[in-house]
């Protein structure tokens, strides 16, 4: 698997349906901040992970407050299940309605957690503590 560039453009959001293991050791592996996207029957769960980066990497507070957020506003829209992981190193979320949607919001969370939070802004409109 071949390191994601920074930011992330959606189309290469890797999708790991029944591949979900060989991806996160793969990220492990490079050092990277790992993300994916899973079909869940008709629905997708975004999953996103630091703790791949290894220890150098660290995730400040506004941006895991910038996640939060954006997650929160996601579960009230109802555009994600309630059962959202909200962090603060691990997100996930669940019942996402389409494959786009989740490649839109799976890149938004990698760019987020390399510290870059317009991408989140832009996909999650009013999902941050400053909008």
């Not at 959202?84 to 996402?96: R, S, W």
Request: glycine share 8%.
């Amino acid at each position: 698997m071949q390191p994601l560039p920074i930011p992330c453009p959606g189309h290469l959001i890797p999708d790991a349906t029944d591949a979900f293991d060989a991806a996160y050791r793969a990220a492990k592996a490079q050092r990277a901040v790992f993300v994916a996207i899973e079909r869940e029957g008709q629905r997708w769960t975004v999953k996103a992970d630091a703790l791949t980066a290894g220890p150098g990497h660290t995730v400040d507070e506004a941006v895991n407050s910038a996640l939060r957020a954006a997650i929160m506003r996601l579960v009230d829209e109802r555009e994600t299940g309630s059962d959202a992981y909200t962090g603060p190193v691990y997100f996930m979320l669940h019942g996402v309605p389409s494959e786009e949607r989740a490649r839109e919001l799976a890149a938004a969370f990698h760019a987020a957690l390399y510290g870059d939070l317009e991408p989140l802004k832009s996909a999650v409109p009013g999902g941050g503590p400053n909008e």
